[in-house]
């Protein structure tokens, strides 16, 4: 598996080289090729969750290695849908829900995983912009303005959604090694939503973004598990008939076979 | 044993989802009711989305009362009449409960109302047996025999217009009576994935008035009829009807039901009258402890 990686890390490596052999003349900034380990995550039966490697190289167009000083974060996007998040509060002694805000397009997945804390690495309005950290995590929110109610859901939002294992951030989830290989772990739970994934990789010295590159993990459902899901959405009726026939069968079943002992 | 659910997307212990459906298939054996107030709280609990949770319970609860009914139905003890008027209430009822299920969701309380319900019927019903149990079980220990209860149906249903004959249940009663009855039970079904015995029984004895012999086996036949349209409309309106998980549940379901209703037979009925009301009135000081103290997400998401 990890000899496969290396081997496969050198691939990469030589193609780069390649590539990037044209452009040499006009870019003075390094080249980033992104890799990741797996180009699809199958959903199937008995699938837990998954961790994927994000990693790749770093290219300097004037030499043959890059030079030291550079930071890498990589963040991983699941699908964005639109939500409402609704904030429970006690009522009359019991706790309902009662304020609510609508986000346009949440990510139903975000991993933020970087070299060195990513305050140490850029100022917050470049995080900001390049969404780089679960503070700047862009929602759309919809309705309300008020700022100050907007951060308290979103921070409602990135908390349960951390524990769910759904939003997170590793400081020092990516290793650099000899200023040319960078790599990532970033685990899927078994809970992630099935769509197209985007794993963007962003190289930054002295707080400027100065290379990024995007690859992409399509995360399915297959075998059984997808018949299961269209089969309940195309064919409702039928899948219902279904479950009343299975559950009928067990159950006159179990009577028979108990009959029996 | 790591099963995963393609509906409720996510993960599970099969193996505990087994032992869940086994346990409240005991429950059912044992006491005649179908345990879904026990395994959709529990699943919800567990991590699975409440709808699905209400969803497939209710299909579990199907496969939990088939055995039943045929057993009832050997030894007559199911009025078919009184149960059709019932089915056909309950029908109703499920169609009035997809739609306040849809509205109380899109405003958000859907989860609140559903505890709200299960804290207020769990808990008057828990009560009232747990009483009746506790008075009959000192009069037994008194050596005194408990004085004949007078059947009667409560007064309000006589005043119900149109009498039909029920020659089973041994009443004279406005089909009206029985209809509503159905009705309620059908939508708390669609609501909150319950079978509904447990409020089925206690109200064909106390506010109908039926026969005794009658009241366990027509119920079962009314959950059976119900709970296959409350499948059916959870297919075609929330589509939260995960076929992995109702199978699983199943599982151990249908084998309990046969290992309580064995058991059934070695307790005496008293102590196992005080025992569920036990257990009901457990559950519902735990859902009234839920609503009182500061939940662990305040925060909650729900897609657009």
């Given amino acids: 598996m990890i000899r496969s990686l290396f081997l496969m890390i050198a691939a990469v490596l030589v193609l780069a080289a390649l590539a990037a052999g044209p452009v040499r003349s006009q870019e003075r900034d390094p080249i980033l090729v992104p890799a990741v380990s797996q180009q699809e995550v199958q959903v199937r039966q008995g699938f837990t969750g998954t961790e994927l490697l994000l990693f790749g190289a770093i290219l300097d167009p004037r030499g043959s290695r890059a030079a030291d000083g550079y930071d890498i974060v990589v963040v ?34 975000f991993a933020v995983a970087s070299s060195r804390p990513i305050g140490e690495i850029v100022d917050e ?32 939002l990135v908390d349960l959604r951390q524990r769910q294992g759904l939003y997170k951030q590793d400081m020092n989830g990516v290793t650099i090694e000899e200023g040319v290989l960078y790599k990532a772990r970033i685990s899927l739970p078994s809970n992630v939503l099935t769509g197209q994934y985007t794993a963007e990789t ?60 | ?107 958000g309380q859907i989860d609140t109302v559903i505890n709200i319900l299960y804290v207020l019927l769990l808990g008057t019903i828990g009560g009232l047996m747990m009483r009746e149990a506790w008075a009959s079980i000192r009069q037994s220990q008194k050596g005194v025999p408990p004085p004949a209860r007078k059947r009667r149906h409560h007064p309000l249903i006589s005043a119900l217009p149109m ?95 046969q290992i309580g209703t064995r058991m059934a037979v070695k307790f005496k009925p008293d102590l196992l009258r005080l025992a569920l009301a036990a257990i009901v009135l457990l559950v519902a000081l735990r859902m009234l402890y839920g609503l009182g103290v500061r939940p662990d997400e305040i925060y909650s998401v729900a897609q657009l």
């Fill in chain 2, 163 to 257: 009498r039909w004959r029920f020659y089973k249940s041994g009443l004279y009663i406005s089909p009206l009576a029985p209809l509503i009855l159905g009705v309620l039970v059908g939508t708390l079904t669609m609501l909150m994935g319950v079978g509904g015995g447990f409020i089925l029984v206690p109200a064909m004895l106390y506010i109908l008035g039926m026969s005794a012999g009658v009241v366990v086996g027509t119920s079962l036949f009314q959950i059976l009829f119900v709970t296959i349209t409350t499948t059916m409309m959870h297919a075609l309106t929330t589509q939260a009807v995960d076929i992995v998980l109702a199978a699983l549940l199943l599982l151990g379901s249908v084998s309990g039901a």
């Fill in chain 1, 125 to 156: 309005r470049t995080a900001a912009i390049y969404e780089l950290g679960l503070e700047f995590i862009q929602l759309s929110p919809g309705g309300t303005i008020d700022p100050e109610e907007q951060a308290r859901f979103t921070s409602g």
């Fill in chain 2, 1 to 107: 044993m790591d099963v995963y659910l393609p509906i409720a997307n996510l993960s599970v212990n099969g193996l505990l989802i087994i032992a869940l459906g086994g346990l409240t298939g005991i429950l059912s054996g044992l006491f005649g009711v179908g345990g879904g107030f026990l395994t959709t709280p529990l699943m919800i609990f567990y991590g699975i989305p409440p709808t699905v949770a209400a969803a497939s319970a209710a299909t579990q609860v199907t496969g939990a009362s088939v055995s039943g009914v045929f057993a009832h139905r050997k030894r007559g003890g199911v009025d078919y009449r009184m149960g059709g008027v019932m089915v056909v209430g309950g029908m109703i009822g499920s169609g009035l409960g997809a739609l306040l299920f849809r509205f109380l969701a899109s405003v």
């Fill in chain 1, 76 to 109: 991983l996007k699941g699908p964005a849908e639109p939500i409402r998040v609704r904030e429970k509060e006690r009522v009359g002694g019991i706790w309902i829900n009662s304020e609510s805000t609508a986000f346009r397009s949440a990510p139903t997945y």
């Fill in chain 1, 202 to 261: 962003f190289a930054i010295t002295d707080g400027r973004v100065i290379a990024s590159a995007v690859a992409e993990v399509e995360v399915r459902k297959v075998g059984f598990e997808r018949f299961v899901e269209v089969f309940s959405q195309s064919q409702s009726l039928l899948y219902g008939l279904l479950a009343v026939c299975l559950s009928v069968f067990m159950g006159w079943l179990a009577g028979r076979l108990f009959a029996l002992v």
